[in-house]
């Protein structure tokens, strides 16, 4: 029995021992870890009084932008008028503005510097890069409503534009014959003439063009109706290109002189007040430079205008001739030399073809194939190299 009773209180012993020395060891760890705890009790109530501080000056941020926009946007509005692109200038500036708050709110939480450092590099890079792109593109817009037909330059492909921009062609620009550029290799060596000359006119109109073709060949084509009726034509926006100062045909009927654009867009665009204003305005300075001339202006599209540009054009004297469309027409232009009196044809791709002007009183005119041209007693122009033909 008193063994028992010594092995209880033994036992009894131990357990008092071991709780005692474990007590001691949480004692330990508490002290070691309570000045880590203070610490970040400190650090959380630092993160929460920063993330007050950037909510302070969020909002104050806001709402310094909000009364910033509205006196911007009051003067915006005030310049729309003359300027409607600077409104867009303003609005623009301002939502890249809010953009930048955000994005240093969004990268606030759980900083990491060195991703912190490169995210405002890129940033910086980014925003020089936007800036001058929208300069250029507000500069743009407002050339554009000095310029008007610079807007028509926005729907071309890169290579029309150099096209336009060089003046280059395939038509007759090279030291070949430019039928070469219709026909196959065999083709050309094999075909008569007539024949080769037939088939590359009919490619001419069938192949697919640009639109800065397209729009040459509205031209001519109204061009053409003005010489069928007997005025003489000159060919002025294919001839002079950008130097056209908006005069596309300058048609000439006794003393009276025409002044004509053309515009052939498609049946969804609109013709607004601002080309009349410009066809317009160069009709003026022709008039300043020719004053004996009897002088108007028309307008001729394929497509219709607005009833504000109808008014207007009404209002100043400008005639309008709408829903034109280009079509085939006889485009071959049987020419008697003045020089020699020699019968010569020209086909549209032939060096001296918008040069070439049609006086029917003299008995000149359009034919529509080479066949009937010949027959008519005409040949085939020579490549022009400054000499006589």
Same mark, same amino acid.
């Given at each position: 029995?008193?063994?028992?009773?010594?092995?209880?209180?033994?036992?009894?012993?131990?357990?008092?021992?071991?709780?005692?020395?474990?007590?001691?060891? #949480?004692?330990?760890?508490?002290?070691?870890? #309570?000045?880590?705890?203070?610490?970040?009790?400190?650090?959380?109530? *630092?993160?929460?009084?920063?993330?007050?501080?950037?909510?302070?000056?969020?909002?104050?941020?806001?709402?310094?932008?909000?009364?910033?926009?509205?006196?911007?946007?009051?003067?915006?509005?005030? #310049?729309?008028?003359?300027?409607?692109?600077?409104?867009?200038?303003?609005?623009?500036?301002?939502?890249?503005?809010?953009?930048?708050?955000?994005?240093?709110?969004?990268?606030?939480?759980?900083?990491?510097?060195?991703?912190?450092?490169?995210?405002?590099?890129?940033? +910086?890079?980014?925003?020089?890069?936007?800036?001058?792109?929208?300069?250029?593109?507000? +500069?743009?817009?407002?050339?554009?409503?000095?310029?008007?037909?610079?807007?028509?330059?926005?729907?071309?492909?890169?290579?029309?534009?150099?096209?336009?921009?060089?003046?280059?062609?395939?038509?007759?620009?090279?030291?070949?014959?430019?039928?070469?550029?219709?026909?196959?290799?065999?083709?050309?060596?094999?075909?008569?003439?007539?024949?080769?000359?037939?088939?590359?006119?009919?490619?001419?109109?069938?192949?697919?063009?640009?639109?800065?073709?397209?729009?040459?060949d509205y031209e001519r084509y109204i061009g053409y109706?003005?010489? #069928?009726?007997?005025?003489?034509?000159?060919?002025?926006?294919?001839?002079?290109?950008?130097?056209?100062?908006?005069r596309d045909l300058i048609v000439k009927n006794g003393?009276?002189?025409?002044?004509?654009?053309?515009?052939?867009?498609?049946?969804?665009?609109?013709?607004?007040?601002?080309?009349?204003?410009?066809?317009?305005?160069?009709?003026?300075?022709?008039?300043?430079?020719?004053?004996?001339?009897?002088?108007?202006?028309?307008?001729?599209?394929?497509?219709?205008?607005?009833?504000?540009?109808?008014?207007?054009?009404?209002?100043?004297?400008?005639?309008?001739?709408?829903?034109?469309?280009?079509?085939?027409?006889?485009?071959?232009?049987?020419?008697?030399s003045k020089k020699t009196g020699e019968k010569i044809?020209?086909?549209?791709?032939?060096? +001296?073809?918008?040069?070439?002007?049609?006086?029917?009183?003299?008995?000149?005119?359009?034919?529509?194939?080479?066949?009937?041209?010949?027959?008519?007693?005409?040949?085939?122009?020579?490549?022009?190299?400054?000499?006589? *033909?």
């Amino acid at each position: 029995m008193e063994l028992f009773i010594g092995i209880i209180v033994i036992g009894c012993g131990i357990y008092a021992i071991a709780w005692i020395v474990k007590k001691y060891q #949480k004692a330990s760890l508490y002290d070691s870890l #309570k000045p880590r705890l203070d610490n970040l009790d400190r650090y959380n109530l *630092e993160l929460d009084q920063k993330r007050d501080q950037s909510n302070r000056e969020f909002a104050e941020s806001q709402k310094k932008l909000a009364l910033q926009r509205e006196s911007i946007l009051l003067l915006a509005k005030q #310049k729309a008028i003359g300027f409607p692109w600077l409104a867009d200038a303003y609005s623009d500036f301002y939502h890249l503005e809010d953009l930048k708050v955000a994005r240093g709110l969004e990268t606030k939480s759980h900083p990491a510097k060195k991703a912190a450092e490169e995210v405002r590099e890129a940033g +910086q890079r980014r925003r020089t890069a936007e800036r001058k792109a929208r300069l250029v593109e507000y +500069q743009i817009k407002y050339y554009e409503s000095l310029f008007p037909w610079l807007s028509e330059l926005k729907s071309e492909d890169v290579d029309d534009e150099l096209i336009r921009v060089s003046g280059l062609t395939t038509d007759g620009d090279g030291d070949d014959d430019p039928v070469r550029h219709w026909l196959t290799p065999e083709e050309y060596r094999k075909l008569p003439n007539n024949q080769k000359c037939e088939l590359a006119l009919e490619r001419y109109w069938t192949k697919k063009k640009t639109k800065w073709e397209i729009g040459r060949d509205y031209e001519r084509y109204i061009g053409y109706l003005y010489e #069928k009726d007997g005025s003489a034509v000159q060919y002025q926006g294919i001839i002079e290109g950008f130097d056209d100062l908006g005069r596309d045909l300058i048609v000439k009927n006794g003393n009276s002189t025409q002044i004509v654009q053309c515009k052939n867009w498609s049946k969804e665009k609109t013709i607004h007040e601002k080309h009349i204003f410009q066809l317009y305005g160069t009709l003026i300075a022709y008039q300043y430079d020719h004053p004996t001339e009897k002088t108007t202006a028309s307008f001729v599209t394929s497509t219709s205008l607005s009833q504000r540009a109808r008014g207007f054009a009404k209002l100043i004297g400008v005639e309008v001739k709408d829903g034109l469309p280009l079509v085939r027409y006889p485009c071959i232009k049987c020419h008697v030399s003045k020089k020699t009196g020699e019968k010569i044809y020209h086909l549209p791709f032939d060096q +001296q073809y918008d040069k070439t002007i049609i006086e029917v009183e003299k008995g000149e005119y359009y034919v529509d194939s080479i066949g009937e041209a010949e027959r008519r007693g005409f040949r085939r122009a020579f490549r022009y190299r400054g000499l006589k *033909e």
